[in-house]
């Protein structure tokens, strides 16, 4: 069982005589028996993450430790960790049947015992009918699902696992993310996950950590990251589609001291988002003007009967804000909040099956909207938006860090 804890983490690579800084300043706990995705872009230092808490690469400074013991100098057989990389690195004279009982052989287990676990590991990853092939008789897609198996059928301290499911169909991949999610309950080892897919991530983990640039932005759980971002860039990664976002400038409604709404900025467009008076307030506090207001596709509901939502359903935009820590504000807050409405032209609407993506004009701003599949808005119909104001995020405009 392990603990893992990253301090003060830093690679740095030295690269045709410059340097590359892969990973900045990382600092993460993981729970022994946690199970938590390392998520973000291309090139944003996740594997260098991995390689550093495996033993494969030297940490250029800062601390690893499990269960709080410093491995910094251990070598990679000592850290009782398991791995398995998006490269599969089979044994290639070996069939899969061998491959799989390899890291049992080492661990000394018996015929009898290996066979049975390799039955078991062929049954759960679906690798029953290509045990006598060797490795490179297989398609990309089995050979990852061999490299899985490999490192699963060890009970490790821990599973670190990179982009293992990157060249496996979606519908294959659906139960398989199932499989890995009861592997994980059985076993209840610590699990680190890379990938850069945010579906992989989130019906996986337990904590979602998402890199950019070398850096970690947030860790969290699905519902933090989807609903308290951290800044605009987890705001943009998490969600399908991704959060539209305008440029606002703060202005009071009324008197002054009470609600606040947002104007957005750009040619001839007269969007203006609502806000509920504790966050204004929240906003007035930066003695900041002009703000990045961020808002999902999945938060603004077509309204009137081109719509088709019914009544039920516009009642349950109220509490779903308002439950189990979903919303962001406080109770005091909730309770003057009042729903929203805003107008736009439908550029493009996009039919995908169980639902429809509308594309909307205002003036110069393009945003998104996701509508029922009966939508009948039509291109170039005139729609209004309505939205619950507490789903209208708020980000500094210089830090572009989440305000309220
Ligand atoms: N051995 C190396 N020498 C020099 N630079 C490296 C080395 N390995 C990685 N890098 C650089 O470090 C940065 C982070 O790379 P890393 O492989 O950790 O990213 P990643 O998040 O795993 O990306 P991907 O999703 O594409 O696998 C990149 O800019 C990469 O080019
Ligand atoms: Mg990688």
Redesign the pocket.
């Known amino acids: 069982m392990a603990r893992v804890t990253l301090t003060d983490v830093n690679?740095i690579?030295?690269?045709r005589g410059e340097t590359?800084h892969?990973?900045k300043d990382l600092n993460l706990e993981i729970e022994d028996g946690e199970f938590v995705a390392?998520l973000?872009?291309?090139?944003?230092?996740?594997?260098?993450?991995?390689?550093m808490i495996v033993g494969l690469?030297a940490i250029t400074s800062g601390e690893i430790a499990f269960d709080g013991r410093r491995v910094n100098e251990l070598d990679p057989q000592r850290r009782n960790v398991a791995m398995a990389f998006?490269t599969y690195a089979l044994y290639p004279s070996f069939t899969v049947a061998e491959n799989l009982a390899f890291p049992l052989q080492v661990m000394g287990l018996a015929e009898a015992e290996r066979t049975a676990k390799v039955r078991e590991m062929a049954a759960m990853l679906r690798l029953e009918d290509i045990l006598d092939q060797s490795p490179g008789a297989l398609s990309g897609g089995q050979q990852q699902r061999v490299s899985l198996g490999r490192a699963l059928i060890r009970e490790p301290a821990a599973f670190i696992l990179?982009?293992v499911m990157s060249h496996i169909d979606a519908h294959l991949k659906f139960r398989m993310l199932f499989d890995l999610k009861r592997i994980h309950r059985d076993l209840g080892r610590t699990m680190i996950y890379?990938t850069?897919d945010q579906v992989e991530a989130l019906a996986l983990a337990d904590r979602v950590a998402v890199?950019s640039q070398?850096e970690l932005r947030q860790v969290g759980t699905r519902n933090e990251l989807y609903h308290r971002p951290a800044d605009v860039f987890v705001a943009d990664f998490i969600g399908e589609p991704p959060t539209n976002f305008f440029p606002v400038c703060l202005r009071a409604a009324g008197n002054g001291a009470g609600p606040a709404r947002l104007h957005v900025e750009g040619e001839d467009s007269d969007l203006v988002f609502d806000l509920a008076p504790a966050r204004a307030a929240r906003l007035r506090e930066t003695g900041a003007e002009r703000f990045i207001a961020g808002i999902r596709p999945q938060n603004l509901h077509l309204a009137g009967a081109e719509a088709n939502v019914d009544v039920a359903t516009v009642a349950r935009w109220g509490a779903a804000a308002a439950g189990a820590g979903a919303g962001a504000g406080g109770a005091e807050e909730r309770a003057g909040s009042r729903t929203g409405e805003v107008t736009a032209e439908v550029t493009i609407s996009e039919y995908l099956g169980e639902r429809v993506i509308l594309t909307l004009r205002n003036g110069s701003r393009v945003f998104r909207a996701l509508a029922s599949p009966e939508t009948r808005a039509a291109r170039g119909e005139r729609v209004r938006l309505r939205y619950d104001p507490q789903n209208v995020m708020v980000f500094s405009a210089s830090t572009e860090a989440l305000i309220a």
Do not use: I, N, Q, W
Request: charged share 25%; proline share 7%; net charge negative.
């Open positions: 690679k690579y030295p690269s590359v892969a990973v390392l973000g872009p291309s090139g944003c230092g996740k594997t260098s993450t991995l390689r690469e998006e990179d982009e890379v850069h890199m070398a």
